[in-house]
């Protein structure tokens, strides 16, 4: 296969796992959005499941996702150099993983009633006994997560990337059609409220019956193509001496900060599950101050649009950019790191810093549109919104600060972040329980934008020390610059949303469902319009460098071969492109130019060239290892895909698994005594 074609093959790859996760998340908002009219968003029975759906994920992450991705995931990527594919040694990782998840599922599952009341605050026996309900046909996805990541990295490491991004599509179909029949049957709550009193057997099965189904059909879809591989796997025991001990070492910081991480988001969880509780109880006295509080469902919706820019633009450019800070950091190359981090944080600032200011604008009919047709629901969901949206910079600031300090294989670092954020979450949840229920949401989501801005104040304070200095004047530059274009988007947003009533209770916006989602889409569109413009007068050029990437993910295609001007404007962040190649060839010289990178720098900023440095060789596409775990910061207990992707690779030497690094035939181990 020639390099054209080998380039071309993983282009397409990356195209397939792109326009997968775009479907998914589209279908994942589908999803929550017919659970929201189902249910309805600020009923007690929609923050009851919530609460029991978002467990399997959370537990499955606290006590085996972090060893599955640090331990278990790199084994199986580099067991598969071996002669055999791995297939020995891959055969007893499973039989390993499905037994401890196994396990695990029945403990958390027979233990259900325990695990909902530590989980919960303030539950009326009736609610939690639903809980409990929810949580015995929920539990069980922890088993199939564990097989779902294992199955994933089995295909991954022999470059099979497209099943398993394709397959929460189908789970989410699944969920979506038990949800369609759910409201075909017992209607939508704004036509027939569904309360607890009146709840069965029937809806259960609907709702988190088909959730569940969806999360098990998802898994079982993978044992199709991983059978295709011809591994020939099967159950093998056996696991003493094979390493995985000293895999658990390297990577006992991220097991750390993925348990640090998890423990404090399942306590602000507790937390957000007392307004629903008090709200329940107010409905029961017939107050009707129960409409106007809150609950978890709220605060999961808003956070799952909040998180949407980050998910779609963040992630991708990371993933790019990791390559450049792994190949100069593996070189000892300070600046070339730098560069790309600099590059990375205005390039994805583009994006990001518009998106919070068009949050915040279009604030109010997007807490209509997705408030199920309650319009007092659809004000809670749109303040807790504006709050979480002026955040989203400072999110995917730190995720790409981060990246850093897993290029140099520095997991302490991160570790004492999220110690730092859990002290905050830890104190600030035991301070908000105390407020009026009304207001605890609104005080969580306030907890999760003051987190989110230090963490990059103290990502900021760490890699100083690591790098020197950050090329802090351009990237300020770059945002100020980009902040302007995306105040004025915002205060035309904000003038069209007043002109049509977006303030007003009797507004054209708070009319309908279908006014909101065209106020939507005309409002949304004329301030991408204005912000393009602005960004074009105020001189702007990292809007070409997030777009070049991103298309080529779309189309398949490398990207297209500069030409001379772009060349040399590119040379400016360190990198060169190859013609036709794109990032897939790219090389990157990191110390051929100075620290001031390129973008909004004006012309004639750059630092005089410096002698070139050696070229690191990088690929962007099928990565296959490395200590990032890829777990961003824990806003939302949606189950994500893309937590267990590949990872670029190490630069470590390091043996091939297997017992005493036995590389002989499958089945011929002599230290294994079962074979």
């Given amino acids: 296969m020639t390099a054209s074609t080998a380039r071309g093959s993983e282009a397409r790859s990356s195209a397939i796992m792109a326009v997968g996760t775009l479907l998914s998340r589209v279908l994942g908002f589908l999803r929550q959005l017919l659970l929201v009219y189902a249910l309805g968003l600020g009923s007690t029975v929609t923050d009851t499941f919530v609460n029991a759906n978002n467990l399997p994920n959370l537990i499955f992450l606290l006590v085996a996702g972090g060893v599955f ?21 891959i055969s007893r990782l499973l039989t390993l993983g499905v037994v401890v998840t196994f396990v695990l599922t029945a403990l958390v599952t027979v233990g259900a009633p325990i695990v909902m009341r530590l989980t919960t605050s303030d539950y009326s026996p009736q609610q939690l006994a639903l809980a409990t309900v929810f949580a015995y046909w929920c539990l069980p996805q922890i088993f199939f997560y564990g097989l779902y990541a294992l199955l994933t990295q089995v295909l991954n490491a022999h470059g099979a990337f497209g099943p398993a991004m394709w397959a929460p599509l189908v789970n989410n179909v699944v969920a979506i059609a038990g949800l369609g029949m759910f409201i075909w049957i017992f209607g939508t709550n704004a036509a027939n409220p569904h309360t607890i009193e009146a709840w069965g057997t029937p809806q259960t099965l609907l709702v988190a019956g088909a959730s569940t189904v969806g999360v098990v059909i998802q898994t079982t879809m993978l044992f199709i193509p991983v059978g295709r591989l011809g591994l020939g796997l099967r159950p093998r025991f056996g696991w003493r001496g094979v390493g995985l001990g000293a895999a658990a070492k390297i990577g006992v910081w991220t097991l750390a900060t993925t348990a640090v991480g998890q423990l404090t988001f399942l306590y602000l969880m507790k937390i957000a599950s007392q307004p629903g509780a008090v709200r329940e109880q107010l409905r029961e006295a017939g107050n009707p101050s129960w409409q106007f509080i809150p609950g978890n469902t709220v605060l999961e919706m808003a956070s ?9 633009i963040a992630l991708s450019l990371a993933t790019v950019l990791f390559n450049r800070m792994t190949a100069a950091s593996q070189a000892g190359d300070r600046r070339g790191v730098r560069i790309a981090l600099s590059h990375g944080l205005r390039t994805m600032a583009v994006a990001t810093v518009f998106s919070a200011l068009a949050l915040f604008a279009l604030a109010a009919p997007l807490g209509r549109f997705f408030s199920g047709g309650s319009a007092s629901d659809g004000v809670m969901l749109a303040q807790t919104l504006s709050i979480l949206a002026l955040s989203t910079p400072f999110l995917s600031a730190n995720f790409m600060m981060s990246r850093v300090f897993y290029s140099y294989e520095d997991a302490k670092t991160p570790f004492k972040v999220q110690v730092w954020l859990g002290i905050l979450n830890v104190v600030g949840a035991t301070v908000i329980q105390f407020l009026p229920a009304r207001y605890i949401i609104f005080a969580i989501a306030t907890l999760y934008t003051v987190g989110n801005i230090l963490s990059v104040v103290l990502s900021g304070a760490y890699l100083r020390r690591k790098l020197g200095h950050l090329d802090g004047v351009t990237v300020a530059r770059s945002y100020i610059r980009m902040g302007y274009a995306a105040l004025g988007a915002a205060v035309a947003g904000g003038l069209a949303v007043w002109l049509l009533g977006g303030l007003s209770s009797r507004g054209f ?19 991408l319009l204005v912000y393009l413009v602005l960004l074009r007068l105020f001189g702007v050029t990292e809007l070409r460098d997030l777009l070049r990437p991103i298309m080529a993910r779309l189309t398949g295609r490398g990207e297209p071969a500069p030409s001379s001007a772009q060349t040399a404007h590119d040379a400016g962040a360190g990198a060169s492109y190859d013609a036709g190649a794109g990032y897939e060839g790219a090389r990157f010289e990191g110390a051929a130019f100075g620290d001031a990178g390129h973008g909004s720098a004006a012309p004639g900023h750059l630092e005089e060239p410096v002698p070139r440095q050696p070229v690191y060789a990088l690929r962007e596409s099928a990565p296959t290892l490395s200590d990032d775990t890829g777990i961003i ?3 939302s207990g949606q189950f994500d895909p893309s937590m267990y992707r590949a990872r670029p690779e190490s630069a470590r030497q390091e043996p091939l698994p297997g017992r005493r690094t036995y590389q002989g035939p499958p089945g011929r181990n002599p230290h294994f005594r079962d074979v």
Avoid at 74 to 85: E, G, M, Y
Avoid at 304 to 312: K, V
Avoid at 509 to 521: E, H, P, Q, R, V
């Fill in 69 to 89: 991705n640090t331990v278990l995931v790199p084994q199986i990527l580099k067991a598969s150099r071996a002669p055999d594919r791995g297939a020995d040694y």
């Fill in 304 to 312: 799952q649009l909040y998180l949407l820019p980050h998910s779609i």
């Fill in 633 to 635: 910061p824990r806003i």
């Fill in 509 to 527: 916006i708070w009319s309908s469902s279908f006014a909101a989602l065209l106020s939507i889409i005309v409002i949304g569109v004329a301030m």
